[in-house]
């Protein structure tokens, strides 16, 4: 599995909830035009102090798409692959929540979700908006979820 900008991992930007202080985003999109995307949940690696007393957690949801791969859980190991070494000893790997497709129309300022993932079911719409919204503020969204699984292939994704 390649990177194909690896400032996307280095520089993203994590967005922190205006109504939750322990609760963060991150948006990692590698493409315009239509593909799959899926919806993480970061577990930090610590959950203890040093007596054994739990940590106040944050909790990161990461919304991940690139063109590279063709199926959902190819979205969620292009993500883990390509932040192992910057998530080492701080997060753990990620649990996959839902995932669905989308669409970004660049020069309308678009972007439109849809459809469902065969193989981890709904995303969770909420944390898709919030996501979406805080990255994308000029832009106009629109984010569903439909009963649409599809073979989404195409001759640049991996393992064609």
């Known amino acids: 599995m390649t990177v194909i900008n690896k400032e996307l991992f280095i520089n ?48 990161r949801y990461v919304l991940a798409s690139t063109d590279t791969e063709a199926y959902h859980s190819g979205q969620k190991e292009w993500y883990v692959e390509n932040t192992k070494e910057l998530h080492k000893k701080k997060w753990r790997s990620p649990e996959c929540l839902g995932g669905g497709i989308m669409t970004i129309d660049e020069d ?15 995303p969770p719409i909420e944390i898709v908006k919030t996501i979406l919204n805080t990255v994308y503020p000029n832009y106009n969204l629109d984010i569903t979820i439909t009963s649409e699984v599809r073979e989404l292939v195409k001759p640049k994704h991996n393992r064609y």
């Open 12 to 59: 993203k930007k994590v967005y922190q909830d205006n109504k939750n202080e322990n609760q963060t985003y991150e948006c990692v999109i590698d493409h315009v035009g239509d593909e799959k995307y899926v919806i993480l949940e970061l577990t930090p690696y610590v959950t203890t102090d040093g007596e054994g007393k739990p940590l106040i957690l944050e909790k």
């Open 108 to 122: 309308n300022k678009s972007i439109k979700t849809f459809g469902t993932s065969y193989g981890y079911g709904d």
